[in-house]
Antibody
Framework: EVQLLESGGALIQPGGSLRLSCAAS????????MTWVRQAPGKGLEWVSI????????YYGDSVKGRFTISRDNSNNTLYLQLNGLRADDTAVYYC?????????????WGQGTLVTVSS | EIVLTQSPGTLSLSPGKRVTLSCRASQSVSSSYLAWYQQKPGQAPRLLIYATSTRATGIPDRFSGSGSGTDFTLTINKLEPEDFAVYYCQQYGNSPRYTFGQGTKLEIK
């Protein structure tokens, strides 16, 4: 059974940093692109970042480019998101999700999310 | 950037009815790269439909998708109580880049 478990969410001050983790199990982690999608309170879904299975390529949405960094540890089946320069509008539930194996064009399994609150 | 616009924003219907949700793209989207998700309160999104019309694993056949170019639809036949949720369309484009529609809330009448 595919499982994704996020952790690391917290209340953080504007300008601060945070690292989110997503522990994966139930599939061959290195075979899949992995992504982060966020959802501000009461709002819709926003794609944040994706990383290839090997970890060699990463891509970002415009609102986080230059501030967030996605990475992965395939030996420990864990996905990360480093959040720097946090702003109030980064407040959201952050979900990790698995990209489909062939195209990574859709996200077939999702974690339950971790809440990041940016406030002074 | 391709913008996806979903309509209507909210729908109120009774169980047993048929509903069609719309997703319109600002530019043509490959039918291979249009997906639909369902999200219930307090839960993560769940993949329903991918490649415009293919149901994801375990999705009942009352859910169907169609469309091409800039206009896509999700149809739910004979609404069940568990179908009342928010539905999002999503597209994948070059760069890569992923965008979601703003969502349609389906509520019980």
């Amino acid at each position: 059974e595919v499982q994704l478990l996020e952790s690391g969410g917290a209340l953080i001050q504007p300008g601060g940093s945070l690292r989110l983790s997503c522990a994966a199990s139930g599939f061959t982690f290195s075979n899949y692109g992995m992504t982060w999608v966020r959802q501000a309170p009461g709002k819709g879904l926003e794609w944040v970042s994706i990383i290839t299975g090997s970890g060699t390529r990463a891509y970002y949405g415009d609102s986080v480019k230059g501030r967030f960094t996605i990475s992965r540890d395939n030996s420990n089946n864990t996905l990360y998101l480093q959040l720097n320069g946090l702003r109030a509008d980064d407040t959201a539930v952050y979900y990790c999700a698995r990209g489909d194996r062939v195209t990574a064009s859709r996200f077939d399994y999702w974690g339950q999310g971790t809440l990041v609150t940016v406030s002074s | 950037e391709i913008v996806l616009t979903q309509s209507p924003g909210t729908l109120s219907l009774s169980p047993g009815k048929r509903v069609t949700l719309s997703c319109r793209a600002s530019q043509s989207v490959s039918s291979s790269y249009l997906a639909w998700y369902q999200q219930k309160p307090g839960q993560a999104p769940r993949l329903l439909i991918y490649a415009t019309s293919t149901r994801a694993t375990g999705i009942p056949d009352r859910f169907s998708g169609s469309g091409s170019g800039t206009d896509f639809t999700l149809t739910i036949n004979k609404l069940e109580p568990e179908d009342f949720a928010v539905y999002y369309c999503q597209q994948y484009g070059n760069s890569p880049r992923y965008t979601f529609g703003q969502g349609t809330k389906l509520e019980i009448k």
